[in-house]
């Protein structure tokens, strides 16, 4: 429930986003996207958000979970007064991380249930969640008046005061005057980083227009900070009790270890959604302000896409169901989940949009829902190739996630991959680049079929479950699709199945990895469990699913990648190599353990010398004026790490503005299109993009983008490197 002050730069914001998406949606084998704001529109037998909530539900839910944890958690833990402290530690840090909403008299009606949430839990009570809420409730009607009333009048910037914006490094607030202090310094804050913002863009030489004085400035920014923190209240004053229960649940689960969480029946389709890249809606990615629901992209080949008339930027003014427009719902103000359910609905249903257009005309149109199907996520392939060495084509394959359709088992990434390879062969490429950065996993059983396109056959990994022998997950298939030279690129957010493929491609030597300098460390495996299998009353259902941790898995050498990921065996300056990342940064993780080794080999193709290509990459890196500059911008995110105090003395605040300013600007456009670099699409695959506008966009914007990857086009070089050295090899 805290903001995130706006002084982070472009590549520090990206990595808090990122890292908000890793702790909050690791599951089964995968770190999956949030559906958020871009949820695309998909039918949900609940349409108004879930099961109605009642003491009864809710006392059998939390015994539910407790129970499938005692049987099925990889590593169980008592429900004790140590469970007590933690769950109440984590709890707090979640609805108040930022120590903005709660007192000290709050905490001191809390902490007597610090050490009874184990009695509670077992007992299907909720006496510290009740109170809590209430305490936050009245908490955001406070809070509300006092911002409306801060931002209500002039702010004084002449005092030397300072705003400190990491709650870890506060203590609750004394007293309501504490608390109130503290809004006024956040306020000052907000409004003051932006007057300077607008100050600096008034500066610039191509600035048009009349240039304000500081009054105006003030005046107007202190009503854009009103709201947006207005906007931001709406949205925390409709949570309703589900959601803000699941939150006191996550942090029950999340004591047994960050991958363990409840999921309500809306956050399993969710997360349904993004494994299996389809979904049935209208294919339209919706987007909120807090007032106008708009469409932020139309999804090529969708039902809307077919019906031509929504476009991107069409504001969402009704919605009614099949034909008519007479029951119409005003949509105006709700919450985007809440459009999100009345706009879904099965394939070959109706639904009817009252729409607004950019030019203020409104338009009533019907679309048929239909399967969609998001290509953007599925794997996709290049040739890319280096001027020095035209006749060298390179295939590159990018896998954004393991994707898999776990019920209808038709989408599958290792199936993807494979056919990818065979295009790339058909285009006689000399070596292939598979992609792994950013991608956070899934699909157990296609990590272990894509590792099996590599080698002949043979164990990919060992998976330990609580109480038996190790499995040995093998590939039991002869065929070696591809033989050639192989490069795996890895960097911190890489994760789970990724680390895994990473891995086995290390361990057996069929493959150099290449990256940033650790992977993100997560060894453990997760199974949704349909809570209702558990639960005998069915007036209570359904109840939700969980994710639940019950494997840990091993590398065939017996090491884990639990917390110690994967070392590349090339590392490359990345943003983050320098700052701690990953899973040891999670409240709870498991640890790292070994096992015992099983035998394993290839005879597919070795790696003639990779001290050789290490010292090669090292010597262009060294040179290399843009890794240069990534390595210092590393340094200066490592030295940013601590840093949370801001200054809100006028003159104080612009010099260290002025300084962070200076610092980011030479890293701004750091990344440039590299001349030397060629990237084209695969023949087969120009025939669909060519089909429609936005995929051309789309490719168009992708290629540009992988025009600037310096680490992809010291990788290229890298298997450069490698063919040059083959051949002497051979010779």
């Known amino acids: 429930m805290q903001l995130l002050p706006r002084r982070y730069g472009t590549s520090d914001l990206n990595k808090f986003l990122h890292d908000m998406k890793l702790k909050t949606s690791l599951a089964l084998f995968s770190i999956v996207g949030l559906v958020g704001i871009a949820l695309l529109v998909k039918y949900n037998p609940f349409d108004n958000g879930g099961p109605q909530s009642s003491p009864e539900r809710d006392a059998a839910l939390i015994r539910t979970i407790t129970q499938v944890l005692s049987r099925g958690h990889f590593q169980p833990k008592d429900i004790d007064d140590t469970f007590s402290k933690s769950v109440y530690a984590l709890y707090l840090k979640e609805v108040d991380g930022g120590k903005r909403f709660l007192t000290q008299s709050d905490i001191e009606l809390l902490k007597p249930y610090e050490l009874q949430l184990d009695d509670q839990t077992r007992a299907g009570t ?6 809590s809420v209430q305490r936050l409730d009245a908490s955001l009607v406070k809070t509300q008046n006092w911002y409306r ?76 900070v009103l709201d947006v923190y207005d906007k931001w209240f709406k949205r925390l004053q409709k949570l309703d009790h589900n ?28 997360f349904d959604i993004q494994m299996s890249g389809k979904l049935e809606g209208i294919g339209a990615r919706l987007q909120s302000d807090g007032e106008k629901t708009s469409v932020s992209e139309i999804v090529p080949g969708g039902p809307a896409w077919k019906q031509g008339v929504l476009q991107a930027k069409d504001v969402i003014l009704k919605v ?36 607004q257009k950019p030019d203020g005309s409104e338009k009533v149109i019907t679309i048929v829902r239909d399967v969609v199907i998001m290509e953007e996520g599925f794997a996709k392939s290049l040739i890319l190739n280096e001027s020095s060495a035209p006749t060298e084509r390179i295939g590159y394959i990018y896998l954004p996630k393991f994707y898999a359709d776990f019920e209808s088992g038709k989408t599958s990434c290792a199936q993807d991959v494979a056919a990818e390879v065979e295009k790339l062969k058909k285009e006689n490429v000399k070596g292939i680049i598979l992609d792994l950065r950013n991608n956070g996993g899934g699909s157990l059983r296609d990590v272990v079929s894509m590792s099996g396109l590599f080698i002949e056959e043979g164990p990919i990994v060992q998976v330990k479950s609580r109480g038996r022998a190790t499995e040995i997950m093998r590939d039991n298939d002869t065929r070696v699709q591809y033989t ?38 997560k060894g453990t495996v997760q199974r949704f469990f349909d809570l209702d299998n558990a639960a005998a009353d069915n007036s209570v259902k359904p109840l939700g699913e969980m994710k639940m941790t019950i494997q840990k898995f091993y590398r065939i050498t017996g090491k884990t990648t639990q917390l110690d990921g994967v070392v590349p065996d090339i590392v490359l300056p990345d ?24 035998q394993f080999n290839q005879n597919v193709y070795r790696i003639s010398d990779i001290n050789q290509l290490k010292s090669n990459s090292q010597g262009r890196v060294k040179n290399d004026a843009t890794f240069q500059k990534v390595t210092e911008n590393a340094e200066r995110l ?10 809100l003395q006028l003159e104080k605040y612009r010099s260290w503005n002025k300084k962070q300013d200076e610092e980011a600007e030479r890293f701004e456009n750091l990344f440039k299109p590299i001349e030397s670099f060629k990237i084209d699409n695969l023949a087969a695959d120009l025939p669909n993009i060519q089909s429609d506008t936005s995929r051309v966009a789309r490719n168009d914007s992708w290629i540009k983008e992988r025009q600037k990857d310096v680490q992809l086009y010291e990788t290229l070089r890298i298997m450069l490197d490698m063919i040059r050295i083959d051949g002497v090899a051979k010779h």
Do not use: C
Request: net charge negative; glycine share 6%; no cysteine.
């Open 126 to 131: 909720f006496q510290f969640f009740d109170i």
């Open 149 to 224: 009333e801060i931002l209500g009048k002039p702010m004084d910037f002449s005092k030397n005061d300072e705003l400190q914006a990491d709650g870890e490094k506060l203590k609750w607030a004394k007293d309501d005057n504490d608390l109130r202090n503290r809004w006024e310094r956040w306020m000052k804050y907000e409004v003051l980083s932006r007057i300077i913002e607008e100050q600096d863009k008034q500066e610039k030489p191509e600035f048009k227009g009349d240039k304000k004085d500081f009054a105006t400035l003030e005046k107007e920014q202190r009503a854009k």
């Open 243 to 270: 959601r803000r229960l699941e939150i006191y649940l996550n942090a029950i689960t999340n004591y047994f270890d960050p991958h363990t969480g409840y999921y309500s029946p809306r956050e399993k389709e969710n």
């Open 320 to 355: 009614s169901q099949g034909e008519t427009d007479a029951e119409s719902v005003d949509i105006m103000g709700w919450d985007i989940d809440d459009v999100v359910s009345k706009v879904r609905g099965p394939k070959d249903t109706k639904v009817t949009l009252t729409i």
């Open 484 to 521: 050639g030279p192989l490069v795996v690129m890895v960097n911190g957010f890489s994760a789970s199945a990724s680390e895994i493929l990473a891995a086995a491609m290390q361990d057996y030597g069929r493959a150099v990895i290449v990256g940033a300098s650790t992977t993100y460390g």
């Open 575 to 598: 943003f983050y190599n320098l700052l701690d990342n990953g899973e040891s940064e999670n409240d709870y993780p498991l640890a790292s353990t070994t096992i015992e080794p099983v």
């Open 638 to 647: 490592r030295k940013r790490k601590d840093e949370s105090e801001y200054p």
